[in-house]
């Protein structure tokens, strides 16, 4: 018996020693595979083409915004300021908010009113105190025609269905002869009906206010897509009775139709105004020139009797309108600052702003505010900056005419009418535009009358015609790729592929290649996503594929540590920035993308003022669905040192890969001692909690030296963003 166990426990012994020896085997080809030049996790650069070159302050920035009147001053502490400085951002772009919320910002609280009653359309002082500018505001504007657009959901609203016929909605100014030396048929006003289901409309009701239009068409939308979002998914019809050549003014009822028409979306295209003067006298031209309406009315006839379906209110619950345009009038009354709020919050003030040290003494990003202000105001900031000799390197002209719904030749023509304003002050100065909102494919308009449609393609052909493409010294756009509350991992692979592909498109749009591309203003827009893991991972590969595709630079949304939850996400809270705060402002705990703000600033570029050569690269770790996981970003920096930023987009799983450098003659690879650096999900994860939501753990990047050679593979943790630099040979 003893004999037998003892046969039966050698025979376990030697299929024990079988099985090691073959593990042993079978490790050792997988040590073959993944060292042998052909392997299947391969990240290739291609050292024969250098895709883009840049200096890092000028490439990398991040941006400055509105924020809640009360937190102005804590976020500018000097102790603030520090940390928000130690991310290693370079130039910064700051971001005038007012235009998104139809206002005049006045840039300077000090200034003259052209009424001598000390109201009407407002120029700042253009001349420097000793008194230091820390706070500016926006002012509503009171003869506004949106109920909401890209930045109004949560305050203001139409006058065109506010239920008053002492208020009323009127055109900018600008927009007309006397201002653009051209007809004003070309350049037509307008306002949309939203009744957000089809409804059968046969009859309007228009209560003009002066100047009225003498000649303009009513309108209904033909198509199943939206009229304002969707401008190519469907046409506007006229009515059989809609068009009128000889307006009078007054208030009038039109029958449109034998019959009710179905449709949501109902327009009124004014093209020739009566130039009579408005409620705010004759004194000033402006006061004279566009259209305006008091209240309008639509619906159905029965009988001789009119039936309105609209509701008038002075809230958001009023029937949706939307407009070409907004007169600039208000008054002093008009300014209204709830101290908690970001919609009536603080621009902080250009002197705060330049001599903070927020600006780390770099030229920055300025914008004029385009849309709802006057050349008079925008000549005057730019004349103060000046004199206070603040240095300046470009000037954004505007904010989201996309997002107001403004017609391409109608912010050109303000363009136009503001860079002479401007260059009349300084020649050199460098002014740009439009400041696209953050889209991932080309912007539509409703077609002009030759069909064309790119809103890009339609301003820049406007500048073409005057003779004036040499005042657009660059064009920018904001880059916000996702859209919900919820952001799905998969969404990750997209980057960089839409940043990409959104800049090749302004391209072919017409832009031409002399011309730089500037992003002034990005971030993830994925909710609570951007503060997880997944914020820091997007950052990485955004901006490495914004100067891969050729850009200038790129401006990280935002600095100053405040963003509020979105209203729609249940669990929302955190988006856009680097830090937590407490219930004070106060900065309390790091976001995810202020460590890779730090590795992008700090590691993989050389933190100095000297010119990086950037390189393709690309991977073959791919998932089951061609999902490209780990992209690559080389650059050779001025140390000489090559430094390559590898992005792990598998959530779940790490991979080994080896860097190739591939030559027109031979394949090369790092060697001697190489610098790592990782941050993934093991650093770093988010708890959801609203206003406490919190990150645990928290860890700084890994470092971790590694003696490398041609062979040498290199582990890249689940989830995360990873630099390798060193010596090449």
């Known amino acids: 018996m003893l004999l037998l166990l003892?046969?039966?426990?050698?025979?376990?012994?030697?299929?024990?020693?079988?099985?090691?020896?073959?593990?042993?085997?079978?490790?050792?080809?997988?040590?073959?595979?993944?060292s042998f030049p052909s392997g299947a996790q391969t990240v290739t650069v291609d050292t024969t083409h250098v895709v883009n070159t840049f200096r890092p302050q000028y490439a990398l920035g991040s941006t400055v915004d509105r924020v809640p009147s009360n937190a102005t001053d804590t976020f500018f502490r000097p102790d603030q300021v520090k940390q928000i400085l130690s991310a290693g951002w370079g130039v910064i772009s700051y971001r005038q908010n007012t235009d998104l919320f139809v206002q005049a910002w006045h840039w300077n609280p000090k200034g003259k009113w052209s009424d001598p009653a000390g109201k009407g359309y407002f120029v700042g002082d253009s001349n420097p105190t000793q008194e230091q500018i820390r706070h500016s505001y926006g002012y509503s504007l009171p003869h506004r025609g949106f109920t909401r657009n890209g930045g109004t959901e949560f305050d203001g609203f139409s006058r065109l269905d506010d239920g008053s016929n002492d208020t009323y909605?009127?055109?900018?100014?600008?927009?007309?002869?006397?201002?653009?030396?051209?007809?004003?048929s070309l350049h037509p006003q307008w306002v949309v009906i939203d009744f957000g289901k089809r409804l059968g409309v046969d009859a309007i009701r228009i209560a003009w206010a002066e100047p009225y239009a003498r000649e303009y068409k009513v309108q209904y939308w033909v198509g199943e897509g939206d009229a304002m979002d969707e401008p190519l998914k469907g046409e506007w019809k006229t009515f059989p009775s809609g068009s009128i050549a000889?307006?009078?003014?007054?208030t009038n009822t039109l029958p449109l139709n034998g019959s009710p028409v179905e449709t949501r979306y109902l327009r009124i295209l004014m093209t020739d105004?009566?130039?009579?003067?408005?409620?705010?006298?004759?004194?000033?031209?402006?006061?004279?020139?566009?259209?305006?309406?008091?209240?309008?009315?639509?619906?159905?006839?029965?009988?001789s009797e009119f039936h309105d379906l609209m509701h008038h209110s002075p809230d958001q619950k009023q029937t949706l309108t939307y407009c070409s345009s907004v007169d600039q009038w208000h008054e002093p009354s008009d300014l209204y600052v709830a101290p908690d709020r970001m919609e009536s919050g603080d621009q902080p003030?250009?002197?705060?702003?330049?001599?903070?040290?927020?600006?780390?003494?770099?030229?920055?990003?300025?914008?004029?505010?385009?849309?709802?202000?006057?050349?008079?105001?925008?000549?005057?900031q730019m004349t103060y900056i000046k004199q206070r000799g603040y240095p300046v390197s470009y000037i954004e002209m505007g904010e989201e005419p996309d997002g107001q719904y403004m017609l391409p030749e109608d912010y050109a023509a303000l363009y136009l009418q503001f860079a002479a304003a401007l260059h009349r002050i300084d020649p050199n100065l460098k002014l740009g535009g439009p400041v696209f909102e953050g889209v991932t494919e080309d912007i539509k308009a409703w077609p002009n009358a030759q069909g064309q449609t790119s809103w890009l393609g339609r301003f820049l052909d406007y500048l073409k015609a005057h003779g004036r493409l040499n005042d657009l010294a660059f064009m920018s756009f904001e880059h916000y790729p996702y859209d919900g509350c919820d952001t799905p991992w998969e969404d990750l692979y997209q980057e960089p592929e839409l940043i990409m592909h959104i800049m090749k498109v302004w391209r072919n749009d017409g832009l031409p290649p002399g011309i730089p591309l500037l992003d002034t203003e990005t971030n993830d827009h994925g909710g609570e996503a951007a503060v997880d893991i997944f914020g820091a991972l997007w950052l990485a590969d955004s901006f490495g594929g914004f100067l891969t595709a050729g850009g200038q630079s790129t401006h990280y949304y935002h600095d100053l540590p405040y963003s509020p939850p979105h209203p729609a996400c249940a669990n929302s809270w955190g988006t856009y920035h680097m830090f937590m705060v407490d219930d004070h402002y106060q900065i309390r705990q790091r976001t995810s993308q202020f460590y890779a703000a730090q590795l992008l600033t700090q590691h993989w570029v050389q933190p100095i003022d000297a010119e990086h050569s950037l390189y393709r690269a690309s991977s073959d770790v791919r998932d089951e669905q061609g999902h490209t996981l780990v992209t690559a970003y080389p650059l050779l920096r001025p140390d000489g040192k090559w430094s390559v930023m590898l992005i792990n987009k598998d959530h779940d799983h790490s991979h080994t890969v080896r860097i190739l450098f591939r030559g027109s003659s031979n394949d090369r690879g790092f060697s001697g001692s190489v610098t790592m650096l990782s941050f993934?999900?093991?650093?770093?994860?988010?708890?959801?909690a609203r206003k406490k939501g919190y990150a645990k753990p928290d860890d700084p990047p890994v470092v971790r030296a590694v003696q490398a050679n041609q062979q040498t593979m290199f582990e890249l943790p689940a989830a995360s963003l990873t630099i390798l630099r060193g010596s090449v040979n």
């Open 6 to 34: 003892w046969h039966r426990g050698r025979g376990l012994l030697y299929q024990c020693m079988f099985m090691r020896r073959i593990v042993a085997i079978a490790f050792s080809a997988l040590q073959f595979f993944f």
């Open 169 to 184: 909605w009127k055109s900018n100014p600008y927009l007309t002869k006397g201002f653009t030396g051209e007809d004003d």
């Open 246 to 250: 000889d307006g009078k003014g007054g």
């Open 273 to 303: 105004s009566s130039n009579t003067c408005d409620t705010h006298g004759s004194a000033d031209k402006r006061n004279c020139v566009g259209y305006a309406i008091r209240e309008l009315y639509v619906g159905r006839m029965e009988g």
């Open 349 to 380: 003030g250009f002197d705060l702003f330049f001599t903070s040290g927020i600006t780390r003494g770099l030229p920055a990003i300025i914008p004029i505010a385009m849309l709802y202000s006057t050349p008079e105001d925008g000549a005057a």
């Open 680 to 688: 993934g999900k093991a650093q770093y994860r988010w708890h959801p």
